[in-house]
C-alpha cells in the first residue's frame, strides 16, 4: 500500500548575501559563523525566533558534515526552513579531529563519552542547552549528519542516549565498520550490539529515542546497503518491529519513500534522484548538498515533532459551558470537563465572594465528568446575598491539570449602582513594553471596558473573567505612570495608576554599539551584522552575575562581551572617561559628571585621564582597568601589539594568543600605557 502525505508549510526562499566574509540570510533568526564553543573553534549556528510546538523552548539540531565539505556549504542547505518552522536551533560544527579527506574519524580512536569528538559534541550539545538566551528544551536535542558525520552522529547518539532524544543518519556507513567498508561493498555490522555496548550504562535511555536512517537512491559512492542495516540495527536496539505500509513524502516535484516501525520509533527514508549529498529541497546547493530531493532537515524536524519520547504532551482537561444559577439562595453550577489524551479523574470547584473586590474564600466543592459527554454538576450551600465567583479547575488520570475557568453570579437583590472596582494593580517590563494587569469586578455585572493610557497611546485591555490585562511598546525611557479606567454600561468608571521604570536602550549602527564599547569586533560584530546589517538596533545593559553584557532587543545572538556594569546603562551613571562621552549627550563624560567644577577635563593631577573633581583616586596612583575583548581589539585600541601572528600585551610584553577576532583576552590596565594580562587585583 502506498500513503500519501504533503509536507504542511511552503518552503521559504534562501537569498544569500556574500561579504567580508559573512552571509546575510533572508530569514527571522540569523547565523552565526565561526563560534567556538564545546570544544570546537568552528561552529555555525542559526537560532530562530520561533520556539517549538512541543515541550518547553526550543529544539536543537546538530548536522555533521561529510568527507571533503566545509561547513559553509550548509549556510545553502535550506537549513533555516527547518530552524523556523520548527522552532529548531541548528549547529554545524567543524570537527576537530579530522581523519582522510577530512572526515569525521568514525573508524579510529576510542569510542567514548571522554574522548575526541564524541566529548565535544556531547559538552557542544550540553553547552548550547544551558544557554537560556537561547531557550533550548534539553528533552529535544538531536544530532545528525552525512556520510562519515552521519556514523559520527549515529555512535554519540549510542554513547550519549541520555543527550540526544533522536538522530538522523544519512548515507553512514553502520557504526564500527573500517574506512575500506565506507568506499568499497558493504560490510556486515551487528549494530544492534555495537550500539548497546556503546551505551554501557546509559542504555536505558534508548526506551524514549528515536531514529531516522537516510539514503539518496543514486548515491554510487556509500553502499545502498547500510540503509537497512542501520534502519534494523537501531530497532534492534529499541526493540520494535517494521509496519507494513511505505509512505510516499512529497515536497513540491520532490520526493521520498518512508517506511516506518513501531511507534514511530525508526523511520528509513530513501530519496528519489539524491546522489550521495545531504538532500536540501528545493534550491539546495553546494558540495554534497542537492537540491534534487526533499529538505532532510524539515523532514527531521516534522519526525522529530511527531514522534519525540521525551516530552510530556499530556494537557489537563478543558471546561467549557461553564455556568452558575441561582437557585433558592444558592447556586447550581454545571459545565463540560474533557480531556483530549485520557479522561478526567477530578473536578474541583472554589466558590468566592467577590463584593469586595478581592475574593473571599467562601467552600469547595468536588464533582464528576460524565465519562460519555464529560457533563458535570454541583449545588453550592445556602449562600448570604453577595456577588461570588466560581472557579473551575479539572485534574486527568495522569494528574494533569487544565486551566482554570471562572464565572460570576449574583444571590439576591441586584444592589445600586456603582462604579467597577479596580484591585491588584501591577506592571512587569520587558524592553521597552510594559503589561499592566489587575482585579476588576462589577458588582452589577455590566462592565463595559477597562481602558489603560500608557504613554504611548490607549489600550483596551483584555478581561477574562475578574482579571484584565493590557500591553503598551514604544515607551519612553525613564519612569512611566498609566492610568486604568474601568467603565460600565451606566457610564459609571472609577481610576487607579500605577508607575514603572522603563531602560529605553541605546539605539544606532553597529559602529555605533561598537564605538560606545556595547560589542566588539570580536564579539558581538558577527552576530549583530547578521541580523541588522547597517541598520540601526536597540541594546540593552543586562546583569550577568556580577558582571554585565549588552543585548540587542529581539536578537540574543547580538550581545557584546562580559564587562564591567554601567551602572544604568547611560547618563550621569556612566564611567567618567576624560574626551568621552559615553552617554551621547554631547558633553565629555568628565565634564558631565562634574557640572561644579569649572574646566573639569584640565584638573588631572595624577594623570590618569579623569577630571581630579570626580577622581576617587589618590594622586600618584592609576585605578586599574580591565579589558575584556578580542586579540585583534586589543592591538587596534592600542592596547597590545602583534607579532609573528601572535599578540602582546602592551607594557608587560604578555603572550595573549593568535592575532584575530576570535580569541577573547582580559587586560588589566595597571599603569599609564601597561598593561597585563588577567584581571585587577
Known amino acids: 500500500m502506498i500513503n500519501t502525505r504533503t509536507w504542511r508549510g511552503a518552503i521559504r526562499s534562501l537569498s544569500l548575501v556574500v561579504g567580508a566574509s559573512l552571509a546575510v540570510a533572508s530569514h527571522a533568526g540569523s547565523w552565526q559563523q565561526g563560534v567556538s564553543v564545546g570544544g570546537f573553534s568552528n561552529v555555525n549556528i542559526y537560532t530562530p525566533d520561533t520556539s517549538s510546538s512541543i515541550g518547553d523552548g526550543k529544539a536543537l539540531l546538530i548536522v555533521l558534515h561529510g568527507c571533503a565539505q566545509p561547513i559553509n556549504n550548509y549556510l545553502t542547505a535550506n537549513l533555516e526552513d527547518a530552524a523556523e518552522e520548527f522552532g529548531m536551533v541548528v549547529a554545524v560544527p567543524d570537527a576537530v579531529n579530522k581523519a582522510g579527506f577530512s572526515c569525521w574519524s568514525y573508524w579510529q580512536g576510542t569510542k567514548s563519552r571522554s574522548a575526541g569528538d564524541y566529548k565535544n559534541l556531547i559538552s557542544l550539545a550540553n553547552t548550547l542547552s544551558a544557554d537560556s538566551g537561547r531557550n533550548i528544551d534539553p528533552d529535544q536535542v538531536y544530532i545528525a549528519g552525512l556520510s562519515s558525520g552521519a556514523s559520527f552522529a549515529n555512535t554519540t547518539a549510542c554513547l550519549a542516549p541520555d543527550v540526544f532524544a533522536g538522530m538522523g543518519i544519512s548515507a553512514g556507513p553502520s557504526i564500527g565498520t573500517s574506512s575500506n567498508g565506507a568506499l568499497g561493498p558493504c560490510e556486515q555490522a551487528d549494530v544492534t550490539a555495537r550500539c548497546n555496548s556503546y551505551a554501557g550504562s546509559y542504555a536505558s535511555h534508548f526506551d524514549t ?15 545502498l546497503c547500510y540503509n537497512e542495516q542501520n534502519a534494523n540495527g537501531m530497532a534492534g536496539v529499541y526493540g520494535v518491529s517494521q509496519l507494513p505500509d511505505t509512505n ?105 465572594n467577590i463584593d469586595t473586590g478581592t475574593p473571599e474564600f467562601v467552600e469547595t466543592l468536588s464533582a464528576q465528568a460524565s465519562p460519555a459527554d464529560g457533563y458535570f454538576s454541583a449545588n453550592s450551600s445556602s449562600l448570604e446575598d453577595g456577588l461570588y465567583q466560581i472557579d473551575v479547575v479539572a485534574t486527568d488520570n495522569e494528574g494533569a491539570q ?41 458588582t452589577n455585572q455590566n462592565l463595559q471596558n477597562v481602558v489603560v493610557a500608557f504613554a504611548s497611546g490607549n489600550i483596551n485591555a483584555e478581561v477574562f473573567g475578574n482579571s484584565f490585562s493590557a500591553e503598551g511598546c514604544d515607551l519612553p525611557g525613564g519612569e512611566n505612570t498609566v492610568t486604568i479606567t474601568a467603565t460600565d454600561s451606566t457610564d459609571l468608571s472609577s481610576q487607579a495608576s500605577v508607575s514603572f521604570d522603563i531602560d529605553a536602550g541605546q539605539t544606532g549602527d553597529y559602529n555605533f554599539h561598537i564605538n560606545a564599547g556595547h560589542i566588539t569586533w570580536g564579539e558581538g560584530y558577527s552576530a549583530c551584522y547578521l541580523a541588522f546589517g547597517t541598520s540601526p538596533f536597540t541594546m540593552r545593559e543586562v546583569t550577568a552575575g556580577e558582571q554585565c553584557q549588552w543585548v540587542a532587543d529581539g536578537e540574543s545572538s547580538c550581545a557584546g562581551p562580559l564587562q564591567s556594569c554601567s551602572t544604568g546603562g547611560g547618563g550621569d551613571d556612566e564611567p567618567v572617561d576624560n574626551d568621552i562621552d559615553n552617554d551621547n549627550d554631547g558633553v565629555d563624560d568628565a565634564v558631565d559628571n562634574c557640572p561644579n ?59 595573549l594568543g593568535l592575532y584575530n577576532i576570535f580569541v577573547t583576552t582580559t587586560l588589566a590596565e595597571t599603569g599609564a600605557d601597561y598593561y597585563e594580562q588577567g584581571n585587577c587585583p
Open 597 to 655: 567644577v569649572a574646566n573639569a577635563d584640565q584638573q588631572d593631577n595624577d594623570g590618569d585621564g579623569i577630571g581630579n573633581a570626580c577622581d576617587s583616586t589618590p594622586d600618584g596612583e592609576v585605578a586599574c582597568t580591565e579589558y575584556t575583548a578580542s586579540n585583534y581589539n586589543h592591538v587596534t585600541a592600542g592596547r597590545a601589539t602583534t607579532s609573528g601572528g601572535y599578540t602582546y600585551a602592551l607594557g608587560s610584553g604578555d603572550n
Open 248 to 352: 510516499a513524502i512529497a515536497e513540491g516535484s520532490r520526493n521520498a519513500d518512508e517506511n516506518l516501525w513501531q511507534d514511530g520509533r525508526v523511520s528509513m527514508l530513501w530519496f528519489n534522484n539524491v546522489d550521495h549529498s545531504w538532500s536540501g529541497g528545493e534550491g539546495a546547493s553546494g558540495g554534497y548538498i542537492s537540491g534534487n530531493g526533499i529538505n532532510y532537515a524539515r523532514y527531521l524536524g516534522q519526525y522529530f515533532l511527531d514522534n519525540n519520547q521525551r516530552v510530556d504532551r499530556n494537557s489537563g482537561p478543558e471546561i467549557s459551558n461553564l455556568s452558575a444559577t441561582e437557585t433558592s439562595g444558592l447556586l447550581a453550577i454545571s459545565g463540560t470537563a474533557l480531556d483530549a489524551e485520557g479522561n478526567v479523574a477530578s473536578i474541583d470547584i472554589t466558590v468566592s
Open 402 to 442: 487544565g486551566d482554570t475557568a471562572s464565572v460570576t453570579s449574583r444571590i439576591g437583590p441586584e444592589p445600586p449602582a456603582a462604579a467597577p472596582m479596580l484591585s491588584d494593580i501591577a506592571a512587569s517590563v520587558s524592553g521597552q513594553c510594559a503589561t499592566v494587569s489587575g482585579t476588576v469586578v462589577d
Open 209 to 223: 529515542q528515536i531514529a531516522s536512517i537516510a539514503h539518496g537512491r543514486d548515491d554510487t559512492t556509500v553502499n
